[in-house]
């Protein structure tokens, strides 16, 4: 079965640190997609990225960069410094019925507070 | 470019009455989805349909019900509401990216 994992529930870092979301997933299939989404305080869902399981190359967007390592089922984001614009509920995503996210699994999510 | 559009954006039902929340998407996405949102667990999916007239449930689908008459709607219906059935809803629609674009969410009380 399918299953996302963000252990980190809260994280509260101060303006300009770089912060790390940690995503972890399982899954059986040889072919998925992550996703990242961020959900800020006003609540709406904003997708991020997406990556599918043969791409492993690493990307970067401004401030923004992900770690895809299939060897370790991990997904994690990383923002450099930070800003409170930031903060929000940050969500990790697979879906492993091809590339129509018929079958997406939500992490529960790991709030970002960037503090002033 | 409207992209998802839920209605209502608030609701209070008592327990036992029915109510059904819209979706409308003008993207003509074919893959349309409604997940519910509680504190602590992500988003679970509800019920999905991969095109007009084709449905599948989810993971929590008891107490939901959904139609795809047409590529643009994709209604949900709950038909006795519970209080167990407090909380945020978020319809999506996936283009040929894969990734899910969201409506605004609609937030459900049942009392």
């Known amino acids: 079965a399918q299953k996302v994992t963000q252990a980190q529930t809260e994280i509260s870092v101060v303006e300009k640190e770089d912060v790390t979301l940690d995503c972890v997933y399982e899954?059986?299939?040889?072919?998925?997609?992550l996703f990242w989404y961020k959900q800020p305080p006003s609540g709406e869902l904003v997708f991020l990225i997406r990556r599918n399981s043969f791409d492993e190359q690493n990307e970067i967007s401004g401030r923004y960069s992900w770690n895809f390592q299939k060897s370790t089922s991990s997904f994690n984001f990383t923002i450099t410094a930070s800003q409170v614009v930031d903060s929000a509920v940050y969500f990790c995503a697979l879906s492993d019925l091809g590339p129509y996210g018929q079958n997406f699994v939500f992490g529960p999510g790991t709030r970002l507070s960037v503090l002033p | 470019n409207a992209g998802v559009t839920q209605t209502p954006k608030f609701q209070v039902l008592k327990t036992g009455q029915s109510m059904t929340l819209q979706c409308a998407q003008d993207m003509n996405h074919e893959y349309m989805s409604w997940y519910r949102q509680d504190p602590g667990m992500g988003l679970r999916l509800i019920h999905y349909?991969?095109?007009?007239?084709?449905?599948d449930q989810g993971e929590v689908p008891n107490g939901y019900n959904v139609s795809r008459s047409t590529t643009e709607d994709f209604p949900l219906r709950l038909l006795s509401a519970a209080p167990s059935q407090t909380s945020v809803y978020f319809c999506a629609s996936s283009g040929d990216r894969g990734e899910l674009f969201f409506g605004e969410g609609s937030r459900l009380t049942v009392l």
């Open positions: 349909s991969v095109g007009a007239g084709i449905t």
């Open positions: 899954t059986r299939d040889t072919t998925y997609y």
